[in-house]
């Protein structure tokens, strides 16, 4: 067999003469036949890998002064930003009630729909003073938000507002789309599982409580209080009326439009609500649950001193292993307590310049040696 190209089929990549076959003529000739197809790129700079590039050549002139310049930039920022997370004060208490000398452990095995709620007072002692804004964290433990089929168990167009969804939930709700045959508002497992305990906050003075003041509103997201989360449109603003032909889900004491007595913090908009909708990615997280405005700036927000957690305990974790905390958190410029990027930035940097140093002696002692081998003559 033989195969012939011309010049310009070389410069091109397409063969326009035939190819001889044994027993027969020409195929893909000038007679009749389909054009052979050929599995060669195109001359193209791009296909035959003829495009301008550039690539550095590592020398110790450039890669000593990187090593370096990163370790004393990454060092500093990384002692910066640990310093500054050390200096958030935090305070945490676990109050799952596991432990039989807790005060919650009569609590332990509370269910749902348990009336009268379980309650229990922890007393703790501050031994700093909390000087900025408080912030007070709900956290739950190995609790798995992330679960595929509990993300998705939810309706977004219902959440909005929309009228149509709210009497015909998504099946992405399933089982708790409808109950008694009535549809769930808000529906799915997510809304199902809200945490409901209650927690209150007093301050111990010559055995006199002092209630702390709460603040409910401002916890949840602006996008998502302002343009996620909707209640139904209808005549009025009687949240009764317009949820008419819903019912409550299924672990929920109340229905959705008695969550709160103010208007602008009840129904879908409840940001108690909204806030444990956003689902965590770790079977270990916090949610904001209220806030603690600094009254004067010649007083500290929560002094040192003894304060005692008054817990409406409705919020069942025992069955599944679960824990539950309350903590308090100041917040910093670069947010809550974590000393885990500050100790990433050390470690990269001292690592760097530690390179650095090795690399130079290294340089230092072997670099001006001749390599080259002499050439006998």
């Given at each position: ?31 009749g ?12 700079a ?15 002139g ?9 370790g ?6 990384g ?67 992330n ?63 002092t ?39 299924v ?28 689902t965590?990615?770790?079977p ?24 005692s ?12 292993d ?16 974590n ?38 003559n």
């Amino acid at each position: 067999m033989a195969v012939n190209y011309s010049a310009k089929e070389e410069a091109d990549g397409h063969p326009s003469g035939g190819v001889g076959v044994p027993g027969g003529g020409a195929v893909g000739g000038g007679g009749g036949g389909g054009a052979v197809k050929t599995r060669k790129p195109d001359n193209t700079a791009f296909k035959q890998q003829r495009l301008p590039a550039w690539q550095p050549i590592l020398t110790a002139g450039t890669v000593l002064p990187a090593f370096f310049i990163i370790g004393l930039i990454f060092i500093p920022i990384g002692i910066g930003i640990f310093v500054t997370s050390n200096n958030i004060r935090e305070y945490e208490i676990d109050y799952t009630g596991t432990e039989p000398s807790s005060p919650c452990n009569k609590c332990l095995n509370v269910s749902w729909d348990s009336t009268p709620p379980c309650t229990c007072t922890i007393n703790f002692t501050l031994e700093h003073a909390f000087e900025s804004n408080v912030f007070m964290y709900y956290g739950l433990s190995n609790f798995y938000q992330n679960h595929r089929r509990y993300v998705k168990s939810r309706d977004d167009s219902q959440l909005n507002g929309d009228n149509s969804s709210l009497l015909n939930p998504s099946k992405e709700c399933e089982p708790y789309r409808t109950n008694e045959d009535k549809p769930i508002a808000p529906c799915g497992a997510i809304a199902n599982s809200m945490f409901n305990d209650t927690l209150e906050l007093y301050r111990i003075d010559n055995d006199t409580r002092t209630p702390i003041t709460l603040i409910k509103k401002g916890i949840a997201w602006w996008t998502d209080k302002n343009v996620k989360f909707r209640n139904p449109t209808g005549d009025g603003n009687n949240l009764t009326a317009l949820f008419q032909g819903t019912t409550k889900p299924v672990n929920w004491p109340k229905p959705v439009y008695m969550l709160d007595s103010e208007p602008d913090n009840n129904g879908f908009i409840n940001e108690d609500f909204i806030v444990w909708m956003r689902t965590a990615a770790l079977p270990t997280f916090r949610k904001l649950y209220r806030l603690i405005e600094r009254k004067n700036n010649f007083q500290p927000t929560l002094q040192a001193g003894k304060y005692s957690l008054d817990i409406a305990y409705n919020y069942p974790v025992h069955s599944f292993d679960g824990r539950k905390r309350m903590i308090l958190s100041t917040i910093s410029w670069m947010g809550g307590k974590n000393p885990f990027l500050g100790i990433a930035y050390i470690t990269v940097g001292s690592i760097c310049f530690f390179l650095g140093v090795v690399l130079l002696f290294i340089h230092h002692k072997y670099g001006n040696r001749n390599t080259s081998a002499d050439i006998p003559n």
